[in-house]
């Protein structure tokens, strides 16, 4: 082990087998994703599918990581895993997998909560931002805004109270009759579209200041699309349908990030989780940043889908595990709160 040598990460927590190395100083040096492809026939993940898949890949990416990184296990400080939240079969492989080379190789284990990575990538992507900063984490499983008072200091102003962002664009998109999952695919279409070519409607919440639903926005555009079908609403193409579905999404994403930017006075801004990867929600929330004098920390596409980059960077600030064969997976793990294991 060396100590300032540079920590593994190793995320399996849904359907991305990933593995990162990441120097002390922060730096990515390798950030190998493999995207499950097994759930596509099946129109969302499969939980046995995933664990299978993890078991047998990631062996394989951790040595992709370490080459690309060109270190040994020697070289390392220590291994971090996500061991929650997530699917309880997948976490298992990367826990079990981290525990075993940690005790191999005599390395300090650190368990991450992902959703604290995702929260940590605005940090990660802009090392010195200034704290506090807001964080929107958009992914197909959460859809929350969080205040970050300082490295691994969390506060939860917003949350999605029925369906995910990610989940509302995968399901229209399925009955669209787009693979799973559909976001990127929605992304590609509607690039080019007229988004106000149909007037999908806007979601405000009169509690829960900072709140998302989807689940209404969902039905409307299941229903205006089965009228399109079958004559009963005037023919749009599919562009413009998908870029005015997909910023009616987009657009209560930012509207809520802005408002509470405003109201809470925080001058940083970051996006993160698969959504984040969305061009039309990073342009909107780049242009308000720009029109109000804020600052919006946009990460790299691939750091915002799930990837093992950011469990390494968290486990650069948080204390190892005292005792790494006692590591566990807790898939309901919330975020702010202490490592349930302990
Ligand atoms: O963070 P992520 O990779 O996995 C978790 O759910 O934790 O997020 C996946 C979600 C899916 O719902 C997918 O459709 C969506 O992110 N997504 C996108 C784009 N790329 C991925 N949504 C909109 N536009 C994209 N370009
Ligand atoms: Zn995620």
Same mark, same amino acid.
């Given at each position: 082990?060396?100590?300032?040598?540079?920590?593994?990460?190793?995320?399996?927590?849904?359907?991305?087998?990933?593995?990162?190395?990441?120097?002390?100083?922060?730096?990515?040096?390798?950030?190998?994703?493999?995207?499950?492809?097994?759930?596509?026939?099946?129109?969302?993940?499969?939980?046995?599918?995933?664990?299978?898949?993890?078991?047998?890949?990631?062996?394989?990416?951790?040595?992709?990581?370490?080459?690309?990184?060109?270190?040994?296990?020697?070289?390392?400080?220590?291994?971090?895993?996500?061991?929650?939240?997530?699917?309880?079969?997948?976490?298992?492989?990367?826990?079990?997998?981290?525990?075993?080379?940690?005790?191999?190789?005599?390395?300090?284990?650190?368990?991450?909560?992902?959703?604290?990575?995702?929260?940590?990538?605005?940090?990660?992507?802009?090392?010195?931002?200034?704290?506090?900063?807001?964080?929107?984490?958009?992914?197909?499983?959460?859809?929350?805004?969080?205040?970050?008072?300082?490295?691994?200091?969390?506060?939860?102003?917003?949350?999605?109270?029925?369906?995910?962002?990610?989940?509302?664009?995968?399901?229209?998109?399925?009955?669209?009759?787009?693979?799973?999952? &559909?976001?990127?695919? *929605?992304?590609?279409?509607?690039?080019?579209?007229? $988004?106000? @070519?149909? =007037? +999908? !409607?806007?979601?405000? #919440?009169?509690?829960?200041?900072?709140?998302?639903?989807?689940?209404?926005?969902?039905?409307?555009?299941?229903?205006?699309?089965?009228?399109?079908?079958?004559?009963?609403?005037?023919?749009?193409?599919?562009?413009?349908?998908?870029?005015?579905?997909?910023?009616?999404?987009?657009?209560?994403?930012?509207?809520?990030?802005?408002?509470?930017?405003?109201?809470?006075?925080?001058?940083?801004?970051?996006?993160?989780?698969?959504?984040?990867?969305?061009?039309?929600?990073?342009?909107?929330?780049?242009?308000?940043?720009?029109?109000?004098?804020?600052?919006?920390?946009?990460?790299?596409?691939?750091?915002?889908?799930?990837?093992?980059?950011?469990? &390494?960077?968290?486990? *650069?600030?948080?204390?190892?595990?005292?005792?790494? $064969?006692? @590591?566990? =997976? +807790? !898939?309901?793990?919330? #975020?702010?709160?202490?490592?349930?294991?302990?």
């Amino acid at each position: 082990m060396d100590a300032r040598g540079p920590i593994l990460g190793v995320e399996t927590s849904c359907d991305e087998t990933a593995a990162a190395v990441v120097t002390s100083e922060g730096t990515v040096v390798a950030n190998t994703i493999f995207s499950q492809t097994v759930h596509t026939a099946y129109g969302g993940v499969v939980p046995e599918l995933a664990s299978r898949e993890h078991a047998g890949r990631l062996p394989t990416i951790v040595r992709q990581a370490m080459e690309t990184a060109d270190v040994g296990w020697d070289d390392l400080r220590g291994i971090a895993v996500t061991a929650g939240p997530g699917l309880v079969g997948c976490l298992l492989v990367g826990v079990a997998y981290a525990r075993s080379a940690a005790r191999a190789r005599n390395l300090p284990l650190y368990a991450i909560n992902h959703l604290e990575a995702h929260a940590h990538t605005p940090a990660m992507t802009a090392p010195g931002l200034t704290y506090p900063y807001l964080v929107l984490i958009a992914s197909g499983g959460h859809t929350s805004l969080v205040v970050v008072e300082r490295p691994g200091h969390f506060h939860e102003i917003g949350r999605t109270r029925d369906d995910a962002a990610g989940e509302a664009l995968d399901k229209v998109g399925k009955l669209l009759g787009f693979d799973y999952p &559909a976001g990127p695919q *929605l992304d590609r279409i509607g690039h080019s579209g007229h $988004a106000d @070519a149909v =007037a +999908f !409607p806007r979601v405000r #919440l009169a509690s829960g200041p900072y709140d998302f639903s989807f689940s209404g926005l969902k039905t409307a555009a299941a229903f205006d699309w089965k009228g399109r079908r079958d004559g009963r609403r005037p023919e749009v193409s599919l562009s413009d349908w998908v870029a005015s579905f997909e910023s009616a999404v987009m657009e209560s994403l930012t509207s809520t990030l802005a408002r509470a930017a405003d109201e809470l006075k925080i001058a940083t801004v970051g996006l993160a989780g698969g959504v984040a990867r969305n061009r039309r929600l990073r342009a909107q929330v780049t242009a308000w940043a720009e029109r109000t004098g804020r600052r919006a920390v946009v990460p790299p596409p691939d750091w915002c889908a799930d990837n093992a980059a950011m469990i &390494a960077s968290v486990g *650069l600030y948080q204390d190892a595990l005292r005792d790494s $064969a006692s @590591a566990d =997976a +807790f !898939p309901g793990w919330a #975020l702010g709160t202490p490592y349930p294991g302990l």
